[in-house]
């Protein structure tokens, strides 16, 4: 018999929170920044992207028009630390042309009617048909660059899930968003909580680098029944 305390999604994110204190995530001084690291940061560490963006903001470059405009041997040198560099700089010009084409932001926090009027199952396909675009960075540019609920199913995310006694998750990143995100009450949670439970589950998971780890991690103790 298990007899790991009850929790809930809500409970979860009060547990980590409570334990590990906010995150503050995402680190980024303007949301194209984050867009630009969300792109970046695909099949690889975070101290990777950390470089090109510092690189880009050296050569005064981490704007749409400017990525759209260099040429791809300047590009492909910039972000190189992220590897896979050329095909994520052809990925970066696709998101740049369509950022362009939402309009002028009148302030970073100024977010053009044209996404902005949209529902949030709508934005999301429109953000998955930019090449290079797939399930998790759609998510990840949802929650943070135009401040919509989601919940982002990564790796860490079904690590966590799996210690907490959930066994039979869909192995795809959509199935799995599909199985946990319908047990959030969203109309119950900010966005900032949102984007915050993610920074928790994945500050966790780098503290978590074997199932031995997460056998001995906060949520151990703990275990969520998902309808």
Known sequence: MDERCLIDVRGLYELLLDHMGPTHWWPADTRFEIAIGAILTQNTAWGNVETALD???????????S?????????WDLIRSTGYYRQKAVYLRAFCQWFLDLGEW?????????????DDETLRRELLSIRGIGGETADDLLLYVFDRPAFIA??????????LGVDDLPK?????????????????WTIPEFQEFHGLIDEL???CRTPEDW????VAGYR???P
């Open 55 to 65: 690189r880009m903001k050296a050569a005064d470059v981490l704007n749409a028009r």
């Open 172 to 188: 795809s990143y959509e199935g799995f968003r599909r199985r946990v995100m319908p047990c959030i009450d969203v109309a119950s």
């Open 106 to 118: 009148g302030s970073d926090d100024d977010i053009p009617g044209l996404v902005r009027d949209v």
């Open 154 to 163: 990564d790796r860490y995310a079904r690590r966590m899930f799996e210690t």
């Open 205 to 207: 998971g780098k503290t």
């Open 224 to 226: 969520m029944p998902l």
């Open 67 to 75: 990525i759209a405009d260099l040429p791809d041997e300047t590009l």
């Open 215 to 218: 056998n001995h991690s906060i």
